[in-house]
Protein backbone atom coordinates (compact mmCIF):
# COMPACT_ATOMS: atom_id res chain seq x y z
CA UNK A 1 0.00 0.00 0.00
CA UNK A 2 1.16 3.60 -0.77
CA UNK A 3 2.45 5.50 2.50
CA UNK A 4 0.02 8.48 1.44
CA UNK A 5 -3.14 7.63 -0.42
CA UNK A 6 -5.14 10.72 -0.92
CA UNK A 7 -8.74 9.87 -2.18
CA UNK A 8 -11.07 12.68 -3.10
CA UNK A 9 -9.70 15.20 -1.45
CA UNK A 10 -11.59 18.37 -1.70
CA UNK A 11 -10.51 22.03 -0.43
CA UNK A 12 -12.76 25.06 -0.75
CA UNK A 13 -12.19 28.70 0.37
CA UNK A 14 -16.06 30.07 0.78
CA UNK A 15 -17.18 29.50 -2.48
CA UNK A 16 -14.38 28.44 -4.44
CA UNK A 17 -13.36 25.14 -5.04
CA UNK A 18 -9.91 24.93 -5.10
CA UNK A 19 -9.18 21.25 -4.95
CA UNK A 20 -12.12 19.36 -6.41
CA UNK A 21 -11.84 15.75 -5.68
CA UNK A 22 -8.29 14.20 -6.54
CA UNK A 23 -6.79 10.64 -5.75
CA UNK A 24 -3.01 10.63 -5.14
CA UNK A 25 -0.71 7.93 -4.15
CA UNK A 26 2.99 8.37 -3.36
CA UNK A 27 4.84 5.23 -2.39
CA UNK A 28 7.56 4.28 0.29
CA UNK A 29 10.62 6.12 -1.20
CA UNK A 30 9.33 7.61 -4.01
CA UNK A 31 9.87 11.10 -5.57
CA UNK A 32 6.65 12.31 -6.58
CA UNK A 33 5.78 15.65 -7.91
CA UNK A 34 2.49 17.47 -8.44
CA UNK A 35 2.80 20.40 -11.82
CA UNK A 36 0.60 22.83 -12.62
CA UNK A 37 0.12 26.25 -13.46
CA UNK A 38 0.01 29.08 -10.90
CA UNK A 39 -3.95 28.69 -9.75
CA UNK A 40 -4.08 24.85 -10.64
CA UNK A 41 -4.55 23.86 -6.54
CA UNK A 42 -1.23 22.40 -5.95
CA UNK A 43 -0.57 24.32 -3.04
CA UNK A 44 -3.60 23.76 -1.35
CA UNK A 45 -3.74 20.32 -1.85
CA UNK A 46 -0.31 20.19 0.10
CA UNK A 47 -2.33 22.80 2.50
CA UNK A 48 -5.42 20.55 2.81
CA UNK A 49 -2.66 17.21 3.54
CA UNK A 50 -1.49 18.83 6.38
CA UNK A 51 -4.42 20.29 8.08
CA UNK A 52 -3.93 24.20 7.26
CA UNK A 53 -7.05 24.39 5.55
CA UNK A 54 -10.44 22.10 6.25
CA UNK A 55 -10.13 19.62 3.55
CA UNK A 56 -13.01 16.59 3.13
CA UNK A 57 -12.21 13.19 1.30
CA UNK A 58 -9.56 10.90 2.60
CA UNK A 59 -5.59 11.28 3.87
CA UNK A 60 -3.85 8.27 4.77
CA UNK A 61 -0.51 7.61 5.89
CA UNK A 62 0.59 4.40 5.83
CA UNK A 63 -3.20 3.55 6.56
CA UNK A 64 -3.87 5.86 9.57
CA UNK A 65 -6.17 8.50 8.95
CA UNK A 66 -5.29 12.13 9.06
CA UNK A 67 -8.36 13.73 7.73
CA UNK A 68 -9.24 15.92 10.59
CA UNK A 69 -6.41 15.99 12.64
CA UNK A 70 -4.76 19.35 13.70
CA UNK A 71 -1.64 20.41 11.63
CA UNK A 72 1.00 19.95 14.90
CA UNK A 73 -0.40 16.49 15.18
CA UNK A 74 0.10 15.90 11.34
CA UNK A 75 3.18 16.82 11.70
CA UNK A 76 4.11 14.63 14.29
CA UNK A 77 2.73 11.51 12.53
CA UNK A 78 5.88 12.53 10.06
CA UNK A 79 4.60 15.12 7.68
CA UNK A 80 7.02 17.79 7.21
CA UNK A 81 6.21 20.45 4.85
CA UNK A 82 8.33 23.29 3.44
CA UNK A 83 5.46 25.79 3.01
CA UNK A 84 6.01 28.10 0.30
CA UNK A 85 7.75 31.44 1.02
CA UNK A 86 9.83 28.75 2.96
CA UNK A 87 8.12 30.38 6.75
CA UNK A 88 11.45 30.35 8.18
CA UNK A 89 11.65 31.91 11.74
CA UNK A 90 13.31 34.86 10.24
CA UNK A 91 14.76 36.36 13.59
CA UNK A 92 16.41 33.40 14.62
CA UNK A 93 19.52 32.19 14.35
CA UNK A 94 20.32 29.24 11.65
CA UNK A 95 20.77 26.75 14.07
CA UNK A 96 18.13 27.84 16.01
CA UNK A 97 15.98 27.24 13.00
CA UNK A 98 17.01 23.58 12.66
CA UNK A 99 16.58 22.53 16.33
CA UNK A 100 12.75 24.05 15.94
CA UNK A 101 12.61 21.07 13.40
CA UNK A 102 13.19 18.30 15.77
CA UNK A 103 10.56 20.06 18.30
CA UNK A 104 8.49 17.21 18.36
CA UNK A 105 11.01 14.50 18.66
CA UNK A 106 11.94 13.05 22.14
CA UNK A 107 14.76 10.57 20.84
CA UNK A 108 18.52 11.26 20.68
CA UNK A 109 19.38 11.01 17.27
CA UNK A 110 19.05 15.07 16.92
CA UNK A 111 22.55 15.64 16.80
CA UNK A 112 23.44 12.74 14.74
CA UNK A 113 20.61 14.57 12.29
CA UNK A 114 21.94 18.22 12.61
CA UNK A 115 25.16 16.74 11.34
CA UNK A 116 23.51 15.07 8.47
CA UNK A 117 21.98 18.75 7.58
CA UNK A 118 24.88 20.12 7.53
CA UNK A 119 26.65 17.60 6.00
CA UNK A 120 24.29 18.54 2.90
CA UNK A 121 23.87 21.67 3.17
CA UNK A 122 27.42 23.39 3.97
CA UNK A 123 26.65 26.62 3.52
CA UNK A 124 24.18 26.31 6.49
CA UNK A 125 27.07 25.38 8.28
CA UNK A 126 28.69 27.92 7.89
CA UNK A 127 26.42 30.44 8.83
CA UNK A 128 25.04 28.69 11.54
CA UNK A 129 25.16 31.57 14.15
CA UNK A 130 23.89 33.59 11.55
CA UNK A 131 19.88 35.33 11.76
CA UNK A 132 18.11 33.62 9.22
CA UNK A 133 16.37 36.17 8.07
CA UNK A 134 19.65 38.08 6.68
CA UNK A 135 19.97 34.77 4.29
CA UNK A 136 20.12 34.66 1.11
CA UNK A 137 16.64 33.32 -0.25
CA UNK A 138 18.47 30.04 -1.53
CA UNK A 139 19.97 29.49 1.55
CA UNK A 140 16.96 30.10 3.39
CA UNK A 141 15.34 27.69 1.16
CA UNK A 142 17.95 25.36 1.81
CA UNK A 143 16.89 25.96 5.57
CA UNK A 144 13.47 25.08 5.21
CA UNK A 145 14.17 21.82 3.93
CA UNK A 146 16.88 21.31 6.45
CA UNK A 147 14.68 22.22 9.13
CA UNK A 148 11.72 19.81 8.02
CA UNK A 149 14.02 16.95 8.10
CA UNK A 150 15.18 17.55 11.38
CA UNK A 151 12.08 16.19 12.16
CA UNK A 152 13.16 12.76 10.27
CA UNK A 153 10.08 12.87 8.15
CA UNK A 154 8.29 9.99 6.62
CA UNK A 155 7.07 12.09 4.24
CA UNK A 156 8.16 15.56 3.02
CA UNK A 157 5.82 18.06 1.31
CA UNK A 158 8.02 20.35 -0.44
CA UNK A 159 6.01 23.56 -2.01
CA UNK A 160 7.63 25.19 -5.22
CA UNK A 161 11.16 25.16 -3.94
CA UNK A 162 12.70 26.89 -6.41
CA UNK A 163 10.57 30.11 -6.39
CA UNK A 164 11.92 33.42 -6.92
CA UNK A 165 15.53 31.67 -7.21
CA UNK A 166 18.35 32.52 -9.22
CA UNK A 167 18.75 29.83 -11.49
CA UNK A 168 22.04 28.42 -10.42
CA UNK A 169 20.73 28.17 -7.02
CA UNK A 170 17.48 26.42 -8.57
CA UNK A 171 19.96 23.67 -9.95
CA UNK A 172 21.84 23.72 -6.38
CA UNK A 173 18.52 23.30 -4.78
CA UNK A 174 16.98 20.34 -7.22
CA UNK A 175 20.45 18.39 -6.92
CA UNK A 176 20.07 18.35 -3.07
CA UNK A 177 16.94 17.33 -3.20
CA UNK A 178 17.80 14.24 -5.52
CA UNK A 179 20.00 13.68 -2.79
CA UNK A 180 17.97 13.77 0.02
CA UNK A 181 15.48 11.60 -2.05
CA UNK A 182 18.30 8.99 -2.81
CA UNK A 183 18.73 8.77 0.80
CA UNK A 184 15.20 7.25 1.25
CA UNK A 185 12.95 9.77 2.06
CA UNK A 186 9.82 10.06 0.42
CA UNK A 187 8.98 13.38 -1.13
CA UNK A 188 5.47 14.66 -2.58
CA UNK A 189 7.10 17.62 -4.50
CA UNK A 190 4.92 20.71 -5.58
CA UNK A 191 6.35 22.71 -8.11
CA UNK A 192 5.32 25.41 -11.34
CA UNK A 193 8.26 24.59 -13.41
CA UNK A 194 7.29 21.37 -15.16
CA UNK A 195 10.69 21.47 -16.70
CA UNK A 196 13.00 20.81 -13.71
CA UNK A 197 10.10 18.89 -11.67
CA UNK A 198 9.60 16.02 -14.09
CA UNK A 199 13.62 15.70 -14.76
CA UNK A 200 14.27 15.01 -10.58
CA UNK A 201 10.98 13.12 -10.03
CA UNK A 202 9.97 9.46 -10.71
CA UNK A 203 6.08 9.95 -11.25
CA UNK A 204 4.02 12.93 -11.74
CA UNK A 205 0.51 14.27 -11.32
CA UNK A 206 -0.62 17.27 -13.50
CA UNK A 207 -3.23 19.92 -12.08
CA UNK A 208 -5.69 21.94 -13.62
CA UNK A 209 -7.91 23.81 -12.41
CA UNK A 210 -8.44 22.07 -9.23
CA UNK A 211 -8.35 18.41 -10.84
CA UNK A 212 -5.87 15.86 -12.00
CA UNK A 213 -6.34 15.92 -15.63
CA UNK A 214 -2.81 13.72 -16.11
CA UNK A 215 -0.87 10.81 -14.15
CA UNK A 216 2.03 8.56 -15.32
CA UNK A 217 5.92 8.31 -14.59
CA UNK A 218 7.77 11.44 -15.51
CA UNK A 219 9.41 10.55 -18.37
CA UNK A 220 6.25 9.64 -20.21
CA UNK A 221 5.08 13.29 -19.31
CA UNK A 222 7.52 14.75 -20.62
CA UNK A 223 8.16 13.31 -23.94
CA UNK A 224 3.81 13.98 -23.73
CA UNK A 225 3.03 16.41 -26.60
CA UNK A 226 0.22 18.17 -24.61
CA UNK A 227 2.25 18.54 -21.58
CA UNK A 228 4.94 19.61 -23.65
CA UNK A 229 2.88 22.52 -25.46
CA UNK A 230 1.82 23.33 -22.12
CA UNK A 231 4.12 23.09 -19.29
CA UNK A 232 7.61 23.19 -21.13
CA UNK A 233 7.07 25.56 -23.88
CA UNK A 234 8.18 23.59 -27.07
CA UNK B 1 28.11 44.81 38.94
CA UNK B 2 25.18 43.49 36.41
CA UNK B 3 28.18 42.83 34.14
CA UNK B 4 29.95 40.90 36.77
CA UNK B 5 27.13 38.92 37.30
CA UNK B 6 26.61 37.98 33.49
CA UNK B 7 30.09 37.64 32.77
CA UNK B 8 32.15 36.68 35.94
CA UNK B 9 35.72 36.68 35.33
CA UNK B 10 35.99 34.29 38.48
CA UNK B 11 33.74 32.34 40.43
CA UNK B 12 35.06 33.96 43.25
CA UNK B 13 34.44 37.45 41.69
CA UNK B 14 30.84 36.02 40.74
CA UNK B 15 30.14 35.61 44.16
CA UNK B 16 31.27 38.61 45.82
CA UNK B 17 29.02 40.42 43.18
CA UNK B 18 25.86 38.15 44.32
CA UNK B 19 26.87 39.10 47.75
CA UNK B 20 27.16 42.69 47.17
CA UNK B 21 23.53 42.87 45.44
CA UNK B 22 22.03 40.52 48.09
CA UNK B 23 23.17 43.24 50.94
CA UNK B 24 22.30 46.21 48.73
CA UNK B 25 19.16 44.79 48.34
CA UNK B 26 18.43 44.00 51.73
CA UNK B 27 19.70 47.56 53.16
CA UNK B 28 17.49 49.40 50.40
CA UNK B 29 14.78 50.59 52.40
CA UNK B 30 17.16 51.49 54.80
CA UNK B 31 19.10 53.87 52.67
CA UNK B 32 15.90 55.03 50.91
CA UNK B 33 14.21 55.58 54.08
CA UNK B 34 17.50 57.54 55.86
CA UNK B 35 17.98 59.84 52.08
CA UNK B 36 14.79 60.43 50.98
CA UNK B 37 11.81 59.71 53.34
CA UNK B 38 9.57 56.97 54.35
CA UNK B 39 7.07 57.84 51.37
CA UNK B 40 10.20 56.62 48.79
CA UNK B 41 9.97 53.52 50.68
CA UNK B 42 6.78 52.42 49.26
CA UNK B 43 7.45 54.12 46.08
CA UNK B 44 10.39 51.31 46.17
CA UNK B 45 7.12 48.87 46.88
CA UNK B 46 5.16 49.90 44.24
CA UNK B 47 8.48 49.51 41.74
CA UNK B 48 8.54 45.73 42.65
CA UNK B 49 4.88 45.14 42.34
CA UNK B 50 5.53 46.74 38.39
CA UNK B 51 8.81 44.51 38.19
CA UNK B 52 5.96 41.70 38.66
CA UNK B 53 3.31 42.48 36.66
CA UNK B 54 6.31 43.56 33.63
CA UNK B 55 7.43 40.35 33.65
CA UNK B 56 4.14 38.43 33.54
CA UNK B 57 2.91 40.78 30.49
CA UNK B 58 6.38 39.72 28.79
CA UNK B 59 5.35 36.51 28.07
CA UNK B 60 2.72 37.30 26.56
CA UNK B 61 3.62 40.33 24.49
CA UNK B 62 7.90 39.58 24.72
CA UNK B 63 7.74 35.67 24.28
CA UNK B 64 4.94 34.61 22.49
CA UNK B 65 4.37 37.66 20.74
CA UNK B 66 0.63 38.39 21.43
CA UNK B 67 -0.20 42.07 22.09
CA UNK B 68 -2.93 42.54 25.19
CA UNK B 69 -3.85 46.00 26.35
CA UNK B 70 -6.18 44.35 28.87
CA UNK B 71 -3.40 42.91 31.13
CA UNK B 72 -4.86 44.83 34.00
CA UNK B 73 -7.89 43.41 34.13
CA UNK B 74 -5.75 40.10 35.76
CA UNK B 75 -3.90 42.17 37.84
CA UNK B 76 -7.92 43.27 38.78
CA UNK B 77 -9.36 39.62 39.26
CA UNK B 78 -5.91 39.13 41.72
CA UNK B 79 -6.50 42.43 43.58
CA UNK B 80 -10.16 41.57 43.95
CA UNK B 81 -10.16 37.89 45.01
CA UNK B 82 -7.86 38.82 48.04
CA UNK B 83 -10.02 41.48 48.78
CA UNK B 84 -13.50 39.06 48.46
CA UNK B 85 -11.44 36.48 50.90
CA UNK B 86 -9.46 38.65 53.94
CA UNK B 87 -11.93 41.65 54.72
CA UNK B 88 -14.62 42.35 56.41
CA UNK B 89 -16.77 42.54 52.79
CA UNK B 90 -17.85 39.23 52.83
CA UNK B 91 -16.77 38.68 56.83
CA UNK B 92 -14.02 36.02 55.84
CA UNK B 93 -10.48 36.68 56.74
CA UNK B 94 -8.62 34.00 54.65
CA UNK B 95 -4.59 34.01 55.27
CA UNK B 96 -2.63 35.75 52.51
CA UNK B 97 -1.00 32.08 51.41
CA UNK B 98 -4.26 30.83 50.75
CA UNK B 99 -5.84 33.81 48.74
CA UNK B 100 -2.73 34.73 46.61
CA UNK B 101 -2.33 31.44 44.89
CA UNK B 102 -6.12 31.55 44.48
CA UNK B 103 -5.92 35.05 43.05
CA UNK B 104 -3.17 33.37 40.66
CA UNK B 105 -5.39 30.00 39.90
CA UNK B 106 -8.49 32.69 39.34
CA UNK B 107 -6.26 35.19 36.89
CA UNK B 108 -5.17 31.94 34.92
CA UNK B 109 -8.67 30.79 34.35
CA UNK B 110 -9.72 33.99 32.77
CA UNK B 111 -6.18 34.17 31.15
CA UNK B 112 -7.54 31.06 29.38
CA UNK B 113 -10.80 32.50 28.93
CA UNK B 114 -10.01 35.33 27.22
CA UNK B 115 -7.01 33.76 25.04
CA UNK B 116 -9.37 31.06 23.48
CA UNK B 117 -11.46 33.34 21.19
CA UNK B 118 -8.99 35.20 20.03
CA UNK B 119 -6.81 32.34 19.02
CA UNK B 120 -7.63 33.32 15.55
CA UNK B 121 -6.94 36.79 16.02
CA UNK B 122 -3.47 38.63 15.62
CA UNK B 123 -2.03 42.13 16.20
CA UNK B 124 -4.34 45.00 16.06
CA UNK B 125 -7.13 42.49 16.19
CA UNK B 126 -6.16 40.90 19.13
CA UNK B 127 -5.09 44.21 20.77
CA UNK B 128 -8.93 45.72 20.48
CA UNK B 129 -10.92 42.59 22.33
CA UNK B 130 -7.81 41.83 24.85
CA UNK B 131 -8.64 46.11 25.46
CA UNK B 132 -12.31 45.69 25.33
CA UNK B 133 -12.01 42.33 28.08
CA UNK B 134 -9.42 44.80 29.90
CA UNK B 135 -12.50 47.38 30.13
CA UNK B 136 -15.41 44.58 31.12
CA UNK B 137 -13.41 43.64 33.91
CA UNK B 138 -13.41 47.35 34.84
CA UNK B 139 -17.20 48.12 34.56
CA UNK B 140 -17.90 44.42 35.91
CA UNK B 141 -16.14 46.04 39.55
CA UNK B 142 -17.55 49.08 38.83
CA UNK B 143 -21.39 48.12 38.70
CA UNK B 144 -21.83 44.86 40.48
CA UNK B 145 -22.80 46.31 44.10
CA UNK B 146 -26.55 46.17 42.99
CA UNK B 147 -28.94 43.62 43.25
CA UNK B 148 -26.29 41.60 45.40
CA UNK B 149 -23.19 43.83 46.70
CA UNK B 150 -19.91 41.97 45.14
CA UNK B 151 -17.65 44.60 44.64
CA UNK B 152 -18.74 47.23 46.37
CA UNK B 153 -19.25 49.17 43.27
CA UNK B 154 -17.07 52.52 42.92
CA UNK B 155 -16.38 52.98 46.30
CA UNK B 156 -13.99 49.88 46.30
CA UNK B 157 -13.17 47.90 49.38
CA UNK B 158 -12.00 48.69 52.43
CA UNK B 159 -10.00 47.20 55.13
CA UNK B 160 -8.35 44.34 53.87
CA UNK B 161 -6.30 42.64 56.05
CA UNK B 162 -2.64 42.68 56.07
CA UNK B 163 -0.12 40.14 55.60
CA UNK B 164 0.48 38.08 58.49
CA UNK B 165 3.35 35.90 59.06
CA UNK B 166 4.07 34.26 62.52
CA UNK B 167 1.88 36.51 64.39
CA UNK B 168 3.25 39.63 62.99
CA UNK B 169 0.92 41.85 60.67
CA UNK B 170 2.70 43.69 57.83
CA UNK B 171 0.19 46.71 58.13
CA UNK B 172 1.72 48.32 61.16
CA UNK B 173 5.16 49.58 62.48
CA UNK B 174 6.37 47.27 64.86
CA UNK B 175 10.19 46.58 66.46
CA UNK B 176 11.72 43.28 64.86
CA UNK B 177 15.32 42.72 66.50
CA UNK B 178 15.82 46.22 67.71
CA UNK B 179 14.92 47.26 64.16
CA UNK B 180 11.65 49.76 63.85
CA UNK B 181 10.03 48.52 60.67
CA UNK B 182 7.09 50.33 58.94
CA UNK B 183 4.58 48.37 56.59
CA UNK B 184 6.29 49.76 53.79
CA UNK B 185 9.53 47.83 54.89
CA UNK B 186 7.60 44.29 55.36
CA UNK B 187 6.22 44.88 51.77
CA UNK B 188 9.60 45.35 50.36
CA UNK B 189 10.62 42.30 51.30
CA UNK B 190 7.69 40.12 50.73
CA UNK B 191 7.36 41.47 47.56
CA UNK B 192 11.25 41.08 47.07
CA UNK B 193 10.90 37.66 47.46
CA UNK B 194 8.23 37.80 45.02
CA UNK B 195 10.56 39.52 42.65
CA UNK B 196 13.10 37.34 43.00
CA UNK B 197 10.81 34.20 41.86
CA UNK B 198 9.30 35.84 39.36
CA UNK B 199 12.40 36.52 37.74
CA UNK B 200 13.64 33.00 38.21
CA UNK B 201 10.54 31.74 36.88
CA UNK B 202 10.70 34.35 33.93
CA UNK B 203 14.04 32.88 33.15
CA UNK B 204 13.27 29.68 33.16
CA UNK B 205 10.43 29.79 31.01
CA UNK B 206 12.50 31.66 28.29
CA UNK B 207 15.35 28.26 27.96
CA UNK B 208 12.29 26.15 28.27
CA UNK B 209 11.04 24.25 25.29
CA UNK B 210 7.81 26.10 25.69
CA UNK B 211 9.29 29.38 26.02
CA UNK B 212 11.40 27.83 22.46
CA UNK B 213 7.69 27.17 20.82
CA UNK B 214 6.27 30.58 22.22
CA UNK B 215 9.08 32.03 20.05
CA UNK B 216 8.70 29.97 16.88
CA UNK B 217 4.76 30.93 16.61
CA UNK B 218 5.66 34.78 17.22
CA UNK B 219 7.98 34.13 14.15
CA UNK B 220 5.88 32.41 12.18
CA UNK B 221 2.29 30.31 13.06
CA UNK B 222 1.97 28.05 10.25
CA UNK B 223 5.75 27.12 10.31
CA UNK B 224 5.02 26.30 14.24
CA UNK B 225 2.26 24.21 13.17
CA UNK B 226 4.30 22.91 10.39
CA UNK B 227 6.95 21.95 13.40
CA UNK B 228 4.67 19.62 15.33
CA UNK B 229 3.71 22.53 17.99
CA UNK B 230 -0.02 22.82 19.45
CA UNK B 231 0.03 26.61 18.89
CA UNK B 232 -3.77 26.64 20.18
CA UNK B 233 -2.44 24.95 23.82
CA UNK B 234 1.22 26.68 23.75
CA UNK B 235 -0.82 30.20 23.39
CA UNK B 236 -3.35 29.61 25.88
CA UNK B 237 -0.44 28.93 28.19
CA UNK B 238 1.03 32.25 27.18
CA UNK B 239 -2.10 33.78 28.24
CA UNK B 240 -2.51 31.65 31.58
CA UNK B 241 1.43 32.27 32.85
CA UNK B 242 0.89 35.99 32.18
CA UNK B 243 -2.47 36.55 33.95
CA UNK B 244 -0.85 34.23 36.46
CA UNK B 245 1.81 37.00 37.30
CA UNK B 246 -0.79 39.60 37.14
CA UNK B 247 -3.20 38.00 39.37
CA UNK B 248 -0.65 37.29 42.16
CA UNK B 249 0.65 40.79 41.69
CA UNK B 250 -3.41 42.12 42.38
CA UNK B 251 -3.54 40.32 45.74
CA UNK B 252 0.12 41.96 46.70
CA UNK B 253 -1.82 45.42 46.17
CA UNK B 254 -4.94 44.62 47.28
CA UNK B 255 -2.81 43.42 51.00
CA UNK B 256 -0.78 46.44 50.72
CA UNK B 257 -3.11 48.97 49.81
CA UNK B 258 -5.59 47.60 52.06
CA UNK B 259 -7.93 49.60 49.56
CA UNK B 260 -8.70 49.04 46.55
CA UNK B 261 -11.70 50.41 43.70
CA UNK B 262 -11.90 49.83 40.00
CA UNK B 263 -9.84 53.32 38.96
CA UNK B 264 -7.00 51.21 39.77
CA UNK B 265 -7.19 48.76 37.35
CA UNK B 266 -7.96 51.44 33.95
CA UNK B 267 -6.83 51.34 30.68
CA UNK B 268 -3.87 53.80 31.49
CA UNK B 269 -2.27 50.88 33.77
CA UNK B 270 -2.41 48.58 31.11
CA UNK B 271 -0.58 50.93 29.12
CA UNK B 272 1.89 51.32 31.27
CA UNK B 273 2.92 47.95 31.97
CA UNK B 274 3.32 47.77 28.19
CA UNK B 275 5.45 50.81 28.06
CA UNK B 276 7.56 49.42 30.60
CA UNK B 277 8.23 46.21 28.54
CA UNK B 278 8.92 48.38 25.04
CA UNK B 279 11.05 51.08 26.90
CA UNK B 280 13.07 48.47 28.89
CA UNK B 281 13.68 45.74 25.62
CA UNK B 282 10.83 43.44 24.44
CA UNK B 283 11.13 39.99 25.66
CA UNK B 284 14.45 40.42 27.27
CA UNK B 285 14.28 39.77 31.24
CA UNK B 286 16.98 42.87 32.56
CA UNK B 287 15.16 45.07 29.92
CA UNK B 288 12.08 44.68 31.26
CA UNK B 289 13.01 44.85 34.94
CA UNK B 290 14.90 48.00 34.15
CA UNK B 291 12.02 49.26 32.21
CA UNK B 292 9.57 48.99 35.29
CA UNK B 293 11.90 50.45 37.74
CA UNK B 294 12.24 53.71 35.70
CA UNK B 295 8.49 53.89 34.97
CA UNK B 296 7.34 53.36 38.37
CA UNK B 297 10.73 55.66 40.15
CA UNK B 298 10.83 58.71 37.42
CA UNK B 299 7.08 59.69 37.44
CA UNK B 300 8.01 60.41 41.41
CA UNK B 301 10.84 61.97 41.00
CA UNK B 302 9.60 64.14 38.62
CA UNK B 303 6.42 65.34 41.23
CA UNK B 304 9.54 67.15 42.85
CA UNK B 305 9.03 69.89 39.85
CA UNK B 306 6.76 71.81 41.61
CA UNK B 307 9.26 72.55 44.60
CA UNK B 308 12.09 73.24 42.28
CA UNK B 309 10.38 75.83 40.72
CA UNK B 310 8.97 77.29 43.29
CA UNK B 311 12.77 77.84 44.48
CA UNK B 312 14.23 78.64 41.04
CA UNK B 313 11.45 80.62 39.92
CA UNK B 314 9.70 81.73 43.26
CA UNK B 315 6.68 80.30 42.23
CA UNK B 316 4.74 77.06 40.41
CA UNK B 317 4.69 78.17 36.99
CA UNK B 318 3.29 75.12 35.17
CA UNK B 319 1.48 72.05 37.66
CA UNK B 320 4.12 69.22 38.14
CA UNK B 321 1.53 66.28 37.41
CA UNK B 322 0.99 68.39 33.87
CA UNK B 323 4.71 68.74 33.41
CA UNK B 324 5.19 65.10 34.76
CA UNK B 325 2.64 63.82 32.05
CA UNK B 326 4.22 66.07 29.09
CA UNK B 327 8.11 64.67 29.93
CA UNK B 328 6.46 60.84 30.07
CA UNK B 329 5.52 61.62 26.32
CA UNK B 330 8.36 63.26 25.06
CA UNK B 331 10.94 60.33 27.03
CA UNK B 332 8.70 57.87 25.09
CA UNK B 333 8.61 59.64 21.57
CA UNK B 334 12.73 60.15 22.19
CA UNK B 335 13.15 56.21 22.68
CA UNK B 336 11.32 55.48 19.70
CA UNK B 337 13.18 57.58 17.44
CA UNK B 338 16.56 56.69 18.58
CA UNK B 339 16.05 53.21 20.84
CA UNK B 340 13.37 51.95 18.88
CA UNK B 341 14.46 48.92 20.89
CA UNK B 342 14.61 49.24 24.32
CA UNK B 343 17.11 50.26 26.57
CA UNK B 344 18.47 46.81 27.32
CA UNK B 345 17.27 44.71 24.48
CA UNK B 346 18.16 41.12 23.92
CA UNK B 347 20.77 40.51 20.79
CA UNK B 348 18.17 39.15 18.67
CA UNK B 349 15.46 42.69 18.88
CA UNK B 350 18.76 44.78 18.70
CA UNK B 351 19.82 43.46 15.30
CA UNK B 352 16.46 43.51 14.26
CA UNK B 353 16.84 47.55 14.34
CA UNK B 354 20.07 47.92 13.62
CA UNK B 355 21.24 45.60 10.65
CA UNK B 356 25.06 45.98 10.89
CA UNK B 357 26.84 47.16 8.07
CA UNK B 358 28.56 43.56 7.20
CA UNK B 359 24.98 41.73 7.31
CA UNK B 360 23.48 44.11 5.41
CA UNK B 361 26.34 44.03 2.75
CA UNK B 362 26.52 40.34 3.14
CA UNK B 363 22.53 40.50 2.61
CA UNK B 364 22.86 42.79 -0.74
CA UNK B 365 25.00 40.39 -2.07
CA UNK B 366 24.15 37.00 -1.54
CA UNK B 367 20.82 38.37 -3.34
CA UNK B 368 22.10 37.30 -6.30
CA UNK B 369 23.79 34.12 -5.34
CA UNK B 370 26.84 34.53 -7.29
CA UNK B 371 29.00 32.73 -5.00
CA UNK B 372 27.72 29.35 -5.59
Known amino acids: MALLQVRGLKVAYGGIRAVRGIDLDVDDGELVCL ?15 TGLVHASGEIRLAGKRLGGLPTHAIAREGVALVPEGRGIFARLQVWENLAMGAYARRDKGVDEDLARVYELFPRLAERRQQIAGTLSGGEQQMLAIGRALMSRPRLLLLDEPSMGLAPLMVRKIYDTIQAIARQGVTILLVEQNAHLALQVSARAYVMESGGITLAGTSGELASDPAIQAAYLGS | MLDLLRRPRTRSQARAALILLAVLLALLPFLTEAALGRSWVRVLDFALLY ?12 YAGLL ?22 FGLHLPFWAVLPLGAALAGVFGVLLGAPTLRLRGDYLAIVTLGFGEIIRIFMNNLNAPVNITNGPQGINLIDPVHVAGLSFGKTQQVLGLTLSSAHFYYYLFLAFTLATIFIAY ?32 LLAFAMGALFGGLAGGLFAAFQGFISPESFNLWESILILCMIVLGGMGHIPGVILGALLLTVLPEALRYLGDWQRLVLGEVLVEPTDLRMLLFGAALVLMMIYRPEGLIPSRQRKREFHAEDGVLEQEQASLYDTRT
Do not use: C
Open chain 2, 204 to 235: RLQDSRIGRAWVAIREDEVAAAAMGIDTRNVK
Open chain 2, 68 to 89: DLGYVAFYALGAYLYAWLASPH
Open chain 1, 35 to 49: IGANGAGKSSTLRGI
Open chain 2, 51 to 62: VILALGLNIVVG
